[in-house]
């Protein structure tokens, strides 16, 4: 790039040198072509893998930070953890015997839960992307908007699930989700003929948890591919700007 800026310039001066009379907009026109032409050189597969990476890399730490934000489930309809669907009834009956502001704490609580294992994904994530392979990075390139975030969800979900249980489990038990739960339960079951419930909260959580943060990369993959300036580096500009 140093060259060709330099051969710009060599142009620029011949042509304020010895050619006085010759149209100046075709002199900046030629420089322009010189430098665009440069910009055009092709992507090596090593520079389309480690943009990829690096693509993933920034919308996974961008998704933890919103994540592990204060209300960063609680406050984001699209992602908020409610009361697991086989409970919904149980939220129901207690709201209608008094006991809606006891629910309410219990959803703060468990997507506090989750704002807190969030705040440890990272590395996890991180994990499965240095595993992308050039292959994985070329149609993932070439993909839908969310090929990046369908390729971490097929070869780590089971991976990211077996270690994201036990962080979720330790969170929701910091914070009071699961005792909280279970009094909500046991205050639901001894209501006269209801049928008696008792869901695996964690499983619930952490598959919730996980889900809403897979929608939160999504989201920032789709920026780095429509919006430029969501392309922090000079490499992301460079991959996703040659496939616009």
Do not use: H
Not at 91 to 115: H, M, P, V, W, Y
């Amino acid at each position: 790039m140093k060259k060709v800026i330099l051969g710009v310039c060599f142009l620029t001066s011949f042509a304020l040198s010895s050619c006085q009379s010759q149209n100046w907009g075709n002199v900046i026109k030629q420089a322009n072509d010189v430098l665009a032409n440069a910009a055009k050189t092709p992507l090596t597969t090593e520079e389309i893998g480690r943009g990829l990476k690096e693509a993933l890399t920034v919308g996974i730490k961008n998704s933890s930070s919103q994540a592990s934000a204060v209300n960063g489930y609680l406050g984001n309809e699209t992602i908020k953890l409610l009361f697991p669907p086989e409970a919904r009834k149980v939220e129901e009956k207690l709201r209608q015997i008094g006991l809606g502001s006891e629910c309410d704490k219990f959803i703060a609580t468990l997507n506090k839960g989750a704002e807190n294992a969030a705040a440890k994904a990272v590395p996890i994530f991180v994990d499965a992307i240095t595993k992308m392979t050039i292959q994985d990075a070329l149609s993932i390139l070439k993909g839908d908007k969310d090929a990046a975030t369908a390729y971490l969800k097929r070869t780590s979900s089971e991976a990211l699930t077996q270690a994201f249980s036990p962080i979720m489990e330790q969170a929701i038990n910091s914070t009071g989700a699961t005792k909280m739960y279970t009094d909500l339960a046991s205050t639901y079951n001894k209501i006269p003929f209801v049928q008696k419930i008792n869901p695996d909260l964690k499983a619930y959580a952490t598959q919730k948890a996980i889900d809403g943060f897979f929608l939160l990369v999504a989201q920032e993959e789709q920026k780095i591919r429509e919006n430029p300036a969501a392309r922090v580096t000079d490499l992301l500009k460079r991959v996703f700007g040659s496939n616009n």
